[in-house]
């Protein structure tokens, strides 16, 4: 395609006069010619580095990203695509990037997290490292366990971008229920030992044992309206911190050492969804013999989320 053809596409699809377009060609060259923070959202799955040999004319072979002599000069060749992407990209944009990893004189290279430390360097802010549990993978290996997932990972150019939790939230299959007269969480917390820890506390003053629990009073309140569908309470000298009692390393040890307690929550509107994803690959049959299908199942949180 030539820069002509590419804006002209682009410009349909931004003035709304088609929904999409389709732009063949060679990503470096179509990026440059693509207007500065015009994309939303980018999912990408470029070529592993000497995993495969496509069938494309001489001219391009040079060019062709997967086939370099060594695993710098790829990391390079991306890195180089990716800074025009940076620039397409919008300022509240996302960068979604699938990778797997490549055995070497029977050494893992690290390939994914080469590339993903190259583009940190470079700029770009990783949010996620999703694992793809492809839950099936290689079955020749011998001296060396099998390999089943591979990482997606979830770039940005800013610190404030789009993020429709919402949209992708994952809905408890439990809810609330009153037993025996009292309301229980989805797993069964009632805040009865809570109250019981806040009483007995020697490690609370008597304002912060009020304080904390006029907040379990607001949660147990949450919980029955339905805003809620479960909670845990930690209270100081009473249960252990969340990953470190360093105040200068944990939000949640600060939160203890400030106010005696910290209350998490899970909304009903569900909880975001985990950073491994179990997804197998598309193995229906085709005709056009591709040997990398992209299962649309793996597409659908990006599009959905940050877009």
Not at 257 to 262: A, D
Request: proline share 4%; glycine share 6%.
């Amino acid at each position: 395609m030539s820069e002509n053809e590419v804006l002209d596409s682009v410009s349909r699809v931004m003035r709304g006069d088609v929904r999409y377009t389709l732009l063949n060609g060679d990503s470096a060259a179509i990026l440059k010619w693509m207007p500065s923070e015009s994309v939303n959202c980018i999912i990408t799955s470029p070529p592993y580095w000497a995993q495969r040999e496509y069938d494309i004319s001489d001219e391009f072979k040079d060019r062709e990203i997967g086939r370099e002599h060594d695993v710098d000069a790829y990391v390079n060749n991306l890195l180089n695509v990716f800074k025009e992407a940076k620039r397409v990209l919008k300022k509240d944009g996302s960068l979604w990037l699938n990778l797997g990893d490549k055995y070497h004189n029977k050494a893992l290279m690290g390939m994914p997290w080469r590339v993903a430390l190259a583009l940190m360097s470079d700029g770009w802010i990783l949010r996620n490292d999703i694992i793809w549990d492809k839950m099936k993978g290689t079955q020749s290996c011998k001296d060396r366990f099998r390999d089943v997932y591979e990482h997606l990972f979830h770039f940005v150019k800013n610190t404030s971008y789009y993020y429709d939790a919402d949209s992708i939230r994952v809905i408890s299959p439990r809810k609330p229920k009153k037993v025996n007269g009292v309301m229980m969480s989805a797993t069964g917390v009632s805040g009865k030992r809570y109250r019981k820890l806040i009483n007995e506390s020697l490690a609370l003053s008597e304002e912060e044992k009020q304080n904390a629990m006029q907040a379990l009073d607001e949660t147990l309140e949450q919980l029955m309206n339905g805003d809620i569908v479960d909670f845990r309470m930690t209270i100081r000298g009473s249960q252990r911190t969340y990953h470190s009692d360093n105040t200068h390393v944990s939000g949640r040890a600060k939160e203890l050492e400030q106010r005696g307690y910290f209350i998490m929550k899970m909304s009903s509107k569900g909880y975001l969804p985990s950073d491994i994803w179990r997804i197998t690959p598309e193995d229906t049959w085709r005709k056009d013999q591709h040997y990398a299908v992209f299962p649309e199942e793996l597409l659908i949180n990006p599009i959905m989320n940050p877009l």
